[in-house]
């Protein structure tokens, strides 16, 4: 395996816009190191000889990790240490869970939480020290971190501790889902803020909804939430060729320099709601997940 390589890791890379993704920067960019972050190792390792026997790329390196296992991320990073794969180029935070799972994580915080933001923000404060200068930072978020209203008419901010500990009330509702997106925003945009030593390109994505995407965990989405929202939200829908090329893209090309902004299912950027940009709640966000975390680091 070259030594010249730039390195790319992506979690979630086993299924759906993760899968994908990583077939597009595989056919794409023989210049990558490919590192798939995954939980299931069996299902990852199935999916590499997959996608090797089709772009017939070499570079792709199976590791694992469990975003709702904050030591799970832990070991990934440990072990990245341990490896010669250097510094960083890009790192795309992709794995997630949709609204339908419920319970907690091991450590004992939501499970949509734990997966779609906690792990995540930990895994970014650790890998941080290794990202190459002029790195870039992806957080796959949603443009459902802002529901259509007909859904969620009460949406708002709730507060950190309660996305992490829910009440009865909110652990029954798929509104969960909606605030861990929602945190991925507020993590993008104050991370943007913290980032001062090193330049980075620190950026958050929408897929858009997709259906062939397996973010219920290995359930499929069911058809009639499918043509709901297609025949309600049809600015929605996403189409994962188009969501998977952009992210790849922008993952992977030099040229794209945003910062602290929104991809929206391509390469052009939009606004996100008033709600994200609040900059209280991201603070507070910060400060609680950093306590959840602090041993860890």
Same mark, same amino acid.
């Given at each position: ?13 086993? !299924? ?11 056919q794409k960019r023989k210049d990558f190191r490919i590192i798939m972050a995954c939980r299931n190792l069996a299902k990852a390792n199935k999916v590499k000889e997959q996608i090797f026997n089709e772009t017939q790329n070499p570079n792709l390196i199976v590791m694992e990790i469990d975003t709702s296992s904050l030591e ?43 997966? !779609? ?29 802002? &529901? &259509? ?61 997709? &259906? ?86």
């Amino acid at each position: 395996m070259a030594s010249n390589l730039k390195t790319l890791i992506i979690t979630g890379a086993s !299924n759906g816009l993760g899968y994908e993704t990583v077939r597009k920067i595989a056919q794409k960019r023989k210049d990558f190191r490919i590192i798939m972050a995954c939980r299931n190792l069996a299902k990852a390792n199935k999916v590499k000889e997959q996608i090797f026997n089709e772009t017939q790329n070499p570079n792709l390196i199976v590791m694992e990790i469990d975003t709702s296992s904050l030591e799970s991320v832990k070991n990934f990073v440990e072990n990245y240490k341990k490896t010669n794969y250097g510094e960083i180029y890009s790192l795309v935070c992709n794995a997630g869970i949709g609204g339908s799972c419920s319970g907690n994580s091991v450590d004992g915080y939501d499970i949509i939480f734990a997966t !779609n933001h906690l792990g995540h923000f930990l895994l970014v404060n650790l890998l941080i020290p290794f990202m190459a200068e002029k790195g870039k930072i992806t957080i796959v978020s949603s443009d459902m971190h802002d &529901p &259509p209203k007909e859904w969620a008419p009460n949406y708002h901010w709730v507060g950190a501790e309660k996305c992490a500990k829910p009440d009865e009330n909110l652990a029954k509702s798929p509104m969960r889902y909606s605030l861990s997106k929602l945190c991925n925003l507020y993590f993008t945009y104050e991370l943007v803020k913290r980032i001062k030593d090193k330049k980075l390109y620190i950026n958050a994505f929408t897929p858009g909804f997709l &259906p062939e995407t397996g973010l219920s965990g290995e359930k499929k989405i069911p058809p009639e939430m499918i043509k709901r929202v297609a025949e309600n939200h049809p600015q929605r829908m996403g189409i994962m060729e188009n969501s998977a090329s952009a992210l790849c893209d922008i993952a992977t090309l030099e040229e794209i320099k945003n910062n602290g902004e929104f991809f929206d299912r391509s390469t052009k950027t939009i606004k996100t709601s008033e709600l994200s940009y609040n900059e209280d709640n991201a603070k507070e966000l910060w400060a609680l997940s950093e306590n959840y975390v602090k041993k860890y680091y």
